[in-house]
């Protein structure tokens, strides 16, 4: 790499600058729009993995150019894309070039969205996306919110603010309940919060993966008879394995007889609010205490954009507010011209924090809720038509139908064993990341292996999904081949 001058105040110049803006977005244009055009999943060689680990911390500037071009060739080269209209492993992220360019103006302008009076237009900004989140749900007036990075941040969020508001902050014997569907990112919230594996109440699923209102009631009333403290539920609006709901208004019910926290996780299916089908697999999505609210994962954002919602927005300055005498001047300022909830340092677990609402506001202004919605439900329509044309292929079980853009299925081997069908079935991904075309993952579902797909890019087309389902159950019957063919042992 070219040796640069030291350039002391750690800027380019106005040139220097445009041009390398120029070039990156024209990179960004080239791959927006053609990802179909890319293997979707890349590997990593031995060499390129020690070179970049390798590299000492350079006492000198290199070009910008130098360090693009290094970049492209080892980084971009070596990552999987989650906006590949044929990446269907875990939740994909499809992302949008209006909310890139947002992310730009957030980094660019380095808005700093923590203090009501240093980042006023900001703060109004992200106050109004996340009334017009809670407005979709169906929460009532009062509500709030706060834009976070992920499903991981807002679910921890969300249950540091039911351990302030309903045990003030004592956990001693307080009890949790969650099925074993529920994402892994519960527990550990609980976790990081102090609580003991054992106030996690596991509750296993029924049949269609949803948690069982019955043995929830029977364990809280164990629960109680022991002197223990049932005090929240950990419920799943679309889990990340099947896309499975857990039934909401009986769950709401049963909290609210018991005095109960619910607590919503909806990181992935909360989107479908947008759709008609808010009122059928969502109905009581409104009565959740807190709700997470993944923005990156079904509403088309770049990583990182979620939201937590709450019933009452005083529960999060209950749960978050600090006082600082370095900030008070701010602070004796902004409480008289709007309150709290627009401190949004006073929200969340973070300090500064940077303006991730302007990508959500952005986009949603310059493509609409009307294309958003019509984008979401596409999402239901393909994982339909994945199904149909599995079940119709004779290769596969279907063993979850689609559900919030998510179907699930196991290979079917010609003699209907058991464990091959497992064996082929988790061998399968990996099969797909070395032929390159389309990339599902696996999960399993009780002692099933099954491959799940996730359907919710708006841009996959029909024939995109047809080719993989042709693909995949080629690889299958490659692999039922060779592990019938292996000597046994
Ligand atoms: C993805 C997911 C999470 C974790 O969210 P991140 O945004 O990845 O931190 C939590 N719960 C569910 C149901 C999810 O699908």
Same mark, same amino acid.
């Given at each position: 790499m070219r040796k640069m001058p030291p350039r002391e105040q750690i800027k380019l110049d106005g040139d220097e600058m445009r041009a390398m803006g120029y070039r990156i977005i024209d990179m960004l244009v080239d791959y927006t729009g053609a990802q179909a055009q890319f293997p979707v999943t890349r590997a990593l060689d031995q060499v390129t993995f020690d070179e970049i680990l390798s590299e000492p911390m350079p006492e000198a500037g290199s070009s910008w150019e130098d360090v693009l071009e290094q970049f492209e060739r080892q980084v971009l080269t070596t990552?999987?894309?989650?906006?590949?209209?044929?990446?269907?492993?875990?939740?994909?992220?499809?992302?949008?070039?209006?909310?890139?360019?947002?992310?730009?103006?957030?980094?660019?302008?380095?808005?700093?969205?923590?203090?009501?009076?240093?980042?006023?237009?900001?703060?109004?900004?992200?106050?109004?996306?996340?009334?017009?989140?809670?407005?979709?749900?169906?929460?009532?007036?009062g509500a709030g919110g706060v834009f976070v990075s992920g499903g991981s941040v807002a679910n921890l969020s969300g249950l540091a603010v039911a351990r302030q508001v309903l045990l003030n902050g004592d956990m001693r014997d307080a009890v949790i309940y969650a099925s074993d569907q529920a994402h892994f990112v519960i527990a550990r919230g609980l976790r990081i919060l102090g609580f003991a594996p054992e106030q996690l109440r596991e509750i296993p699923s029924d049949e269609d993966f949803r948690l069982p209102v019955a043995d929830l009631e029977r364990a809280i009333a164990e629960d109680k008879a022991a002197g223990k403290r049932p005090f929240c539920v950990a419920a799943t609006a679309g889990t990340t394995n099947t896309g499975a709901v857990d039934p909401l208004p009986q769950l709401a019910d049963l909290c609210e007889r018991e005095g109960l926290w619910l607590h919503v996780d909806g990181a992935y299916g909360a989107s479908a609010c947008v759709t008609e089908h808010r009122k059928m697999e969502l109905a009581g999505i409104e009565r959740a205490h807190s709700l997470t609210w993944d923005a990156h994962k079904w509403m088309f954002q770049p990583v990182e954009c979620s939201a937590l919602l709450v019933q009452d927005r005083h529960w999060l300055s209950a749960t978050f507010k600090d006082t600082a005498h370095f900030l008070s001047d701010a602070d004796a300022h902004s409480q008289e011209e709007v309150g709290e909830e627009m401190n949004f340092m006073y929200q969340g677990i973070q300090l500064t924090r940077y303006f991730r609402a302007l990508k959500f506001w952005m986009s949603v202004k310059v493509f609409g809720m009307a294309a958003m919605r019509q984008a979401i439900e596409r999402g239901f329509k393909?994982?339909?038509?994945?199904?149909?044309?599995?079940?119709?292929?004779?290769?596969?079980?279907?063993?979850?139908?689609?559900?919030?853009?998510?179907?699930?299925?196991?290979?079917? #081997?010609?003699?209907? /064993?058991?464990? =091959?069908?497992?064996? *082929? $079935?988790?061998?399968?991904?990996?099969?797909?990341?070395?032929?390159?075309?389309?990339?599902?993952?696996?999960?399993?579902?009780?002692?099933?292996?099954?491959?799940?797909?996730?359907?919710?890019? #708006?841009?996959?087309? /029909?024939?995109? =999904?047809?080719?993989? *389902? $042709?693909?995949?159950?080629?690889?299958?019957?490659?692999?039922?081949?060779?592990?019938?063919?292996?000597?046994?042992?």
């Open positions: 990552i999987d894309h989650l906006d590949h209209p044929r990446f269907f492993a875990y939740i994909p992220s499809s992302s949008n070039f209006v909310s890139v360019m947002a992310d730009t103006l957030a980094s660019g302008y380095n808005i700093f969205n923590s203090l009501y009076p240093l980042g006023t237009g900001a703060a109004i900004v992200e106050r109004l996306c996340i009334r017009w989140l809670c407005k979709l749900c169906g929460m009532p007036e393909l994982a339909e038509l994945a199904e149909s044309l599995l079940r119709k292929s004779g290769s596969w079980e279907i063993v979850t139908p689609a559900q919030l853009a998510i179907v699930t299925f196991q290979y079917k #081997p010609a003699d209907g /064993d058991e464990a =091959l069908a497992n064996r *082929i $079935t988790d061998e399968l991904s990996g099969a797909m990341a070395a032929n390159g075309f389309a990339f599902a993952s696996t999960t399993k579902l009780g002692d099933k292996t099954v491959m799940r797909m996730c359907t919710n890019n #708006p841009r996959t087309t /029909d024939a995109d =999904l047809r080719q993989t *389902i $042709t693909i995949m159950s080629r690889l299958g019957a490659n692999l039922e081949k060779q592990l019938l063919d292996a000597p046994a042992g």
